[in-house]
């Protein structure tokens, strides 16, 4: 047994004792004990932490305090605030402001801590932890982006960037940012803020000595330089027609989509390329462009613009209208995640927040494939830009398995049997070969602790179905019961690991983002409360509520990360879709020629072998079956790992690969297989040949690779090149 779950399983037979003592606690002479602490001697600590301490019995909280527990970081004291929950017999340590990344930190509790007989602690404990890197944060590379303090969102793209698979990349806040930094990069991402006159000058001339600059809702006073006319208004909640008869436009959706937030509205300067354009509707175009690119000088230098906030828009098609948080919107009385994108509103009719007549297609992960492949098209010539395929293997869909299991009978036990009794024989769990899922279930639930036991170290994954008795919570009231369900569930299950993955009952989703903000601070990392119901609103229409496939963070109303992926439950048994086939459409657009690759979130209540549906659709194409445990490892690791000492000489590109030990054999890297007329000849790392695939990813030709850590050489060579996708 580890020291946690000695720890645990002190905090059951607290919890038993407890109760004897109470009637008369005047026989208690017994120290009170530390039963439990996170985090402990951790690394890769989320900065929302909570430090939290469980006794082995109920504490004085007059003697719990920020005196008697304390938080350091090289000596120097946190400000932080201290509560006692006397339910979990736990000391909460919440630090007034965010934690540093990459930071040791150091919990000190003092020995005259007591419990309500006056007994004290036996000796003072302290102990430490250290925290994750700034999202922001990249690894370095040819990539710089440029972010704003006062404007959050401009470090959501550290964020898409690594959904995409690159981590090449710098962050810097504008304030740093001088000629003599920008030189060092090839590429630099400009996210939305205002400029003065002298950092516009700075960014103009560094393009004009050969630099390629892709600005986000530019300052006007870029607007030169970008080969723009200001038309002096704006378009907000409109679409974009993306041109895929241009290079960067090519493969991507030829549909109009929608972008959230506001567009400001310009024509064209003669040279000019017009990548996308803007519509008012549907089917209503506008002279103005959505996105555009122009070459600079004579130096190869390069502007581009989105005239609109990517940032912005990817979030609030994610995570739905934040004017519509903390309400009732489809009646259902109780507030979902689903209420931020319902329309229909009793009193206050709107359009849907995401259109349903593109909900086939994930319009935020278009929209951040159009930027990877502007950021090809304008680094032909230079060091093309290697990055990592989304999935393990080369895999283009996954079938998140999760199930809420409301106390039945075996309802965990024998699905998770099936899907042993289904998986191919032979199979490698580390290779994502067999077949595995979450539970979420209750701790008052039939599923003993040893069965328990036993189907976590077979690979599955279990956790609380945290349940707020179906209402509609504040943030301090979730987070509190949050927390009790967890001490619960932990109490019963003492053996099993912290739990990391989180769907409430009911899916209540009380506002904008107080559900993951709790989770992050209690450990939890991967989301599933995005919920692709009801049935009277999705109308047996598969596909992407929050336009988008891909596991990424959640962000707060001003656009700071939060430390939570959120995954979208895309097929939820009682969505009264008609199943198996809406489970096939969603896998085959995934698989076949429109590319709308996902992680795909299920739900199933054991109520209607829904996920025997899930599973004989999954096998009969080849697409992996995982818990979420296993997506939130995969999502973590891939992102952990990257590309450094990127290097070009014209017909040689060199690297050196870091990859995650968690990524096993499972990583696959990309990069352009054509540039300047070249394409890929060879690889090799450390001197030994690397087999690869040419596979065309979204219009754009890549050469794909299995990732071991090395140095890699990349070979180019002159061909005659029909191929128009590395053609400007």
């Known amino acids: 047994m580890t020291t946690k779950a000695k720890g645990l399983a002190l905090i059951a037979a607290a919890a038993l004792a407890t109760t004897g003592l109470a009637a008369d606690s005047s026989r208690d002479e ?19 932490a909570a430090v939290t301490v469980t006794f082995s019995e109920d504490m004085d909280p007059t003697s719990i305090d920020a005196g008697s527990l304390r938080l350091s970081a090289a000596g120097a004291p946190v400000e932080a605030s201290v509560s006692y929950d006397e339910w979990t017999q736990s000391a909460v340590l919440t630090p007034t402001t965010p934690l540093a990344g990459d930071t040791t930190y150091t919990v000190s509790l003092a020995a005259d801590a007591g419990d309500r007989s006056g007994n004290t602690l036996t000796s003072g404990q302290s102990w430490s932890f250290t925290t994750r890197r700034d999202l922001e944060r990249g690894f370095g590379g040819p990539v710089l982006i440029v972010t704003s303090r006062a404007l959050p969102f401009s470090k ?7 959904a995409e698979g690159i981590g090449s990349f710098e962050s810097v806040d504008l304030s740093r940012v001088t000629k003599q930094l920008l030189d060092r990069f090839d590429l630099v991402l400009l996210g939305e803020m205002p ?3 002298a950092q516009a000058a700075m960014f103009s001339g560094w393009v004009s000595t050969g630099g390629d600059l892709i600005a986000m809702r530019p300052d006007k006073k870029l607007a030169g330089l970008l080969g723009l006319r200001d038309q002096s208004a704006s378009l907000s909640e409109g679409y974009l027609l993306i041109d895929t008869a241009v ?9 109009t989509i929608r972008y959230h937030g506001a567009a400001d509205l310009y024509r064209l300067k003669e040279g000019t390329i017009e990548v996308a354009r803007l519509y008012s509707h549907l089917s209503n175009a506008t002279p103005n462009p959505a996105v555009t690119v122009r070459a600079v000088g004579k130096a190869g230098g390069q502007a581009a613009a989105f005239t609109y906030d990517l940032a912005r828009s990817v979030i609030y098609t994610r995570q739905g209208n934040p004017a519509w948080a903390g309400e009732d919107r489809d009646g259902n009385s109780i507030i979902r995640a689903n209420d931020l994108f319902f329309g229909a509103k009793a009193g206050d009719r709107q359009p849907d927040w995401n259109d349903f007549d593109r909900i086939a297609i994930p319009v935020a992960d278009e929209q951040q494939r159009l930027l990877v492949n502007l950021m090809n098209f304008m680094l032909e010539g230079k060091a093309p830009l290697p990055r990592m395929w ?17 106390r039945t009978p075996r309802g965990t036990a024998d699905s998770f049997d099936r899907l042993k009794a289904n998986e191919p024989r032979g199979c490698l769990l580390a290779e994502w070969e067999c077949y595995r899922a979450t539970s979420w279930i ?3 639930g039939p599923l003993s602790a040893k069965e328990a036991n036993d189907y976590v170290a077979d690979g599955f994954d279990l956790g609380v179905h945290v349940d707020t008795g179906c209402d509609n919570l504040q943030r301090p009231d979730f987070e509190r019961t949050f927390h009790r369900e967890l001490f619960g569930f932990r109490a019963r ?7 990391t993955g989180s769907r409430t009952h009911c899916v209540a989703w009380g506002d904008w983002a107080s559900t993951p903000k709790t989770e992050a601070r209690y450990g939890v990392r991967m989301d599933l409360n995005y919920y692709y119901w009801p049935g009277t609103w999705v109308k047996d229409r598969p596909g992407f509520m929050t336009g988008s496939g891909l596991p990424m963070r959640f962000a707060d109303l001003d656009g700071s990360m939060i430390d939570v992926y959120q995954v979208t439950s895309h097929l939820v048994n009682e969505s009264e879709m008609n199943f198996p086939s809406a489970i096939e459409a969603q896998l085959d657009r995934a698989l076949g020629s429109e590319g709308y690759y996902g992680a795909f979130g299920t739900h199933y209540d054991f109520s209607d072998g829904f996920d025997e549906q899930l599973t004989t659709a999954a096998k009969a194409r080849g697409v992996p079956l995982v ?7 995969w999502t973590d690791s891939r992102n952990n790992s990257h590309f450094a000492h990127i290097a070009w000489d014209g017909n040689a590109l060199t690297f050196e690969a870091f990859a995650d030990r968690r990524t096993g054999t499972m990583l696959r890297g990309m990069v352009p297989a054509r540039t300047a007329g070249k394409e890929i000849l060879a690889i090799s790392r450390d001197g030994q040949r690397v087999s690869y695939k040419t596979k065309t990813v979204k219009g754009v030709s890549y050469a794909m690779f299995p990732v071991e850590p090395g140095v890699y050489r990349l070979i180019y060579d002159l061909r005659q090149i029909s191929d128009a996708s590395s053609v400007r």
């Open 493 to 499: 299950y003492p053996d099993l690991p912290p739990q």
């Open 627 to 633: 818990s979420v445990q296993q997506l939130l490892d």
């Open 390 to 406: 989304y999935f393990p293997k080369e895999y283009k869909a996954v079938l998140v398995m999760a199930g809420d299991d409301h």
């Open 30 to 48: 017994t120290s009170p004990a530390v039963a439990q602490v996170a985090p402990w001697e951790d690394r890769n600590v989320n900065l929302e």
């Open 247 to 255: 290079a960067p436009g090519r493969g991507i959706v030829d549909e």
């Open 442 to 444: 209750y701790a008052s």
């Open 195 to 197: 400029l003065s006159e």
């Open 156 to 162: 959501y793209y550290s964020e898409i960037l690594r």
